[in-house]
Every structure is written in C-alpha cells, then in structure tokens.
C-alpha cells in the first residue's frame, strides 16, 4: 500500500492520538498547518529506528526501563493566562507501571497540565519528565530514581526556557509516551487503516511491523469492518477507539489520556477499559484525567485530586479514600455539593411559576378549579 497523501484535518478535527500529530514542542498552540508542516519536517524531528525485535514482542508491552524511576514527574508546573493562574505550581510524580487517575472539577488545570506535561503548551515556569526525559529542555536534572510513589521533594520554581530547537531529550520524551486528548488535529479523511499505516511511517517504523500491529489493534479494538471507512463518518466511540490505536502503535511506555471515555457509548468504553487493563497489566502506565468519580475508582490504582490548578491530595487509591468513596472524599477537598435550604422553592409547582394556592387549587384536593368545586377524589386517576 502507498503512502497515504493527507489532505488536512477534517471537518471534525477532534483527539490526537500520538505525539507524532503534534508540532515541535516549542510551539505555543498547535494548529492544523503547524501540526502538517511539523510531519513534513523530518530533519526537525528525526523519527526513531525500529527496534530490531519490535515484530515479535506483545504489542502492548512497553520497552523495559528502569521501575525505580517515575513515569511522568511534573516539577513546579505553572501556567497564567492574564490574572487567572490555571496550574499553580503543580508538582507529582507518577510511578510506573501505575493505573493513575487525576480527578478535579472542569476547569481545574488537568487538560493544561497535561498540555505542558506532554510538550504542547510552554509552562510559564516548572518542568515535566517523561522516563527521566526532560519534556522542555530545561536543564534541571530528572528527578533521582526511587522507590515507586515517593513522593516528590520540593524544587525551586524556575521562568521555562524556550528551546530554539528539539534536543535529543526532548525527542526521546515524545518518543516515550501515547497521547489520546480531544481539541487536537486528526487527519479524519483517511481511513482507519490509512491512519494507522501514516502514523508508523511518520515514526520510521518497518511496513510490516505496521501492518501487523494495525491488523492486530483494529481486531482488538473492534474495527475491523471500519478500518477501511475514513474516520470523519465514525461515530465517537469509533474515534476514540482509532486514535487510541495511535496511541498504542508504536508501544510506548506511557499513556497520558484525556477524558478518553466521554460521548462514548457503553461497549466502545468497555471495549476502551479492557485495553488499557491490559496495557498496564503488560507494564505499561497509564495516566487518565477525569471527572467521573466512579470511572476512576474501577479503574485506577492511583489517584490525585487536582483543583485550582494544583494537587490537593495524591497516592494509592485506597489511601486517599480512607475507608470511604473517592466521590465523598472529592466533594470534601474540593467543596460544594450541597444546595442552600429553601432555594429553587419554585421547583416542581405548576407550569407558569404560580404557586398551587395563587390558582385557587388545593394540593390535596377540595378547592376549586376555574372557580367551581373540586369535586376529584385525591390521588384518583383523571
């Protein structure tokens, strides 16, 4: 097969399943061109040889590292917008191998950190560490290895350098994990197969080690039918599901995912959770912003609770519940939850706003209705 000549994102420009679809880390923003003339710049990003065993190894098993060190270590991530801090100096430390989830409220910083994190939006200060690789170029040396969920030391909190190019740090990061986020630029005009095929050959690897792992993701995944439909006719569930097979491809030893369950239905999302069951089962890790209390509580090994831009709690699941559910715990750091008595009083009274006994009718029955005895036996069928 060819190699499939993108035409631009679609109409439905939705998630980014690969570091791969995104332009050099120094951008700010990414856009559609960016994003394109990042793919047609190979010099800029040198994509990876193969690995010589890559044809016959599980295909969600991750390359081997060091388990000491933390997946994904966030120093001081700090981004303001005018006078709104959105991520105030968060710092955490993800262990791998780890199912983690990160839960706050919309608008609580997740989805900005994990811009920053992952390469894609420039922190005002701080730095991000995917597998010891410093994500910016920064300078400041990767957090030491250690025992898996240390948590994190303080560190100062430094302006983040703009790097003028890509340096073999900041490559090897991007290399190093999977991203599945909504908002980014997908090539929806080709088919999945076509999609799958465009994303190995941007990263160097061998066709054949292409084919076999689309063939065997699309399988697993639920598409093979769908595999050659482009992907601006899937549905939601079909979407998520081929940009997470993106995201797999090229088997990378994290999975930094952003809501990767919303609009989908109940089998794609089943379909969604085996998967990455698996992945981490396999080595992999996976780190999954959400706000559904529940979803992360069946899922997750791990957990921070994120508000106001920075981490109000983090650590196994069952420290941070402490003998009750993630939800109560959730409402209590975050607060709210509770409605004031004798507000929204007008709910449930008669259409119109008017209250039972301005219409002249008894809730119980016996008044009137339109000025004439309520002769009706109350609770009786009308």
């Known amino acids: 097969m060819t190699a499939p000549r993108p035409d631009g994102p679609g109409r439905n420009a939705g998630p980014a399943a690969t570091p791969t679809d995104h332009p050099a880390p120094d951008a700010p923003a990414p856009t559609p061109g960016a994003a394109h003339a990042a793919h ?20 969600l098993a991750p390359v081997a590292a060091d388990p000491r060190e933390p997946a994904l270590a966030l120093r001081g991530l700090t981004k303001v917008y005018g006078s709104q801090v959105a991520v105030d100096t968060l710092t955490l430390d993800i262990p791998r191998g780890s199912f983690y989830g990160l839960v706050g409220p919309n608008g609580a910083g997740k989805t900005t950190a994990i811009m920053m994190a992952t390469g894609l939006l420039r922190p005002d200060a701080g730095a991000a560490f995917v597998c010891g690789h410093d994500v910016w170029g920064t ?13 994190p030391g303080p560190m100062p909190v430094a302006p983040t350098p703009t790097p003028t190019a890509p340096t073999p740090d900041m490559l090897a990061a991007k290399n190093a994990y999977g991203l599945l986020a909504d908002g980014l630029p997908v090539f929806d005009r080709l088919s999945g197969h076509e999609y799958l095929e465009y994303l190995g050959r941007l990263r160097g690897m061998s066709p054949a080690v292409i084919e076999e792992r689309s063939a065997d993701l699309l399988t697993a995944l639920g598409l093979d039918d769908a595999g050659t439909k482009s992907i601006v006719d899937y549905s939601a569930g079909m979407t998520k599901k081929i940009l997470l097979a ?19 239905d109940p089998v794609s999302g089943q379909v969604i959770r085996e998967i990455l069951r698996r992945y981490v089962a396999a080595g992999g890790t996976v780190v999954m912003s959400s706000h559904v209390m529940e979803l992360v ?6 957990v921070a609770v994120v508000a106001q831009g920075r981490v109000l709690t983090s650590g196994t699941i069952d420290e941070v519940r402490a003998g009750r559910s993630l939800s109560d715990v959730f409402v209590r750091l975050v607060g709210g939850g509770t409605i004031a008595e004798g507000s929204l009083g007008w709910l ?15 809730p119980g029955g016996g008044g009137t209705v339109d000025g004439a005895p309520d002769t009706t036996t109350p609770g009786a069928p009308q």
């Open 348 to 362: 449930g009274g008669p259409a119109g706003g008017t209250t039972p006994t301005a219409a002249g009718a008894h």
């Open 40 to 59: 047609a710049a190979p010099a800029a990003t040198p994509a990876p040889a193969p690995s010589p065993d890559a044809g016959t190894q599980p295909h």
């Open 139 to 151: 300078g400041i040396p990767a957090p030491p290895a250690g025992s898996p969920g240390t948590a």
């Open 246 to 264: 993106g995201a797999l491809l090229h088997r990378p030893e994290i999975l930094i995912l952003d809501e990767p369950l919303e609009a989908v």
């Open 297 to 302: 509580e069946g899922l997750c090994d791990h």
